[in-house]
């Protein structure tokens, strides 16, 4: 079993263990020498939702069912009282996920006069990953650097 060490979303200086084969992963302390490949995983209700590198292309991850981060399938953001991500490629819907904002960043976004976009992507992993998507898909999938081959 292949596994990738990616940084945990919400916990600073820790990694998941995440299986792409099968959609699951655990969290565990970065030590020093770790060198986590680019992307990011969130638990949300007992599943895995990852971002990561294969190569110079970006992937969304939601269990064991893999998404390319390309101009081939849009993300859509509704944000509400509720929040709603949806997903399509060209057969139609491929992904709706309701969710609601964790009751702290609700708390800290209607007392805090400064909160912005930079705070609301890091208080949510599904706005930050609509943003990401709306450039990456703008560029094809494609980033920057040649990521590690996943076997």
């Not at 490949?37 to 969304?60: E, I, K, L, T």
């Not at 991500?85 to 819907?93: E, F, P, R, S, V």
């Not at 609509?130 to 980033?143: E, I």
Request: charged letters at 20%; glycine letters at 8%; aromatic letters at 14%.
């Amino acid at each position: 079993m292949t596994t990738l060490l990616l940084n945990c979303w919400s916990r600073y200086k820790r990694a998941v263990r995440f299986d792409p084969a099968s959609g699951r992963g655990y969290v565990t302390r970065l030590r020093s020498g770790d060198d986590p490949v680019w992307g990011f995983a969130h638990q949300y209700r007992g599943v895995w939702h990852v971002v990561y590198a294969v190569g110079r292309s970006m992937v969304f991850q939601v269990g064991a069912r893999t998404y390319p981060i390309s101009s081939d399938v849009r993300c859509e953001l509704r944000v509400n009282s509720g929040r709603t991500l949806w997903l399509y490629d060209n057969t139609g819907l491929v992904l709706e996920l309701s969710y609601r904002l964790p009751l702290l960043a609700t708390l800290a976004r209607s007392i805090d006069p400064t909160w912005d976009q930079i705070d609301e992507e890091q208080a949510d992993f599904f706005f930050w990953l609509a943003a990401r998507w709306k450039t990456l898909a703008a560029q094809d999938g494609t980033y920057g650097r040649e990521a590690p081959a996943i076997s």
